[in-house]
């Protein structure tokens, strides 16, 4: 199981050739799970109805992972590890 985030989800519907096979060889496995904030931010960053349509689609189709506190701990991960030091922040 993987969670992609944005910047691989944006790559794959880019078709860049690389993320794209690759994803869609776990796309067809079934490996590829996904949590509500990389699609809210994928559908912010929408410039058409068919945009907006295509990711909405992958989103439903998409198995979705929710657990209490994710982004506690999440938050708390980046803290421990000073992830916002590094760049990384919290939905990466």
Not at 49 to 77: C, F, H, R, S, V
């Amino acid at each position: 199981m993987i969670i992609a985030d944005t910047s691989i989800w944006i790559d794959y519907f880019n078709k860049n050739e690389i993320i794209f096979n690759h994803m869609l060889h776990l796309l067809e496995r079934g490996e590829v799970y996904t949590i509500d904030c990389i699609f809210g931010e994928l559908l912010q960053g929408c410039r058409t109805n068919k945009e907006y349509q295509i990711i909405k689609e992958y989103y439903n189709y998409l198995p979705t992972i929710y657990e209490k506190d994710i982004w506690i701990k999440a938050g708390e991960y980046s803290y421990k590890n000073k992830l916002i030091q590094k760049g990384v922040g919290l939905i990466d």
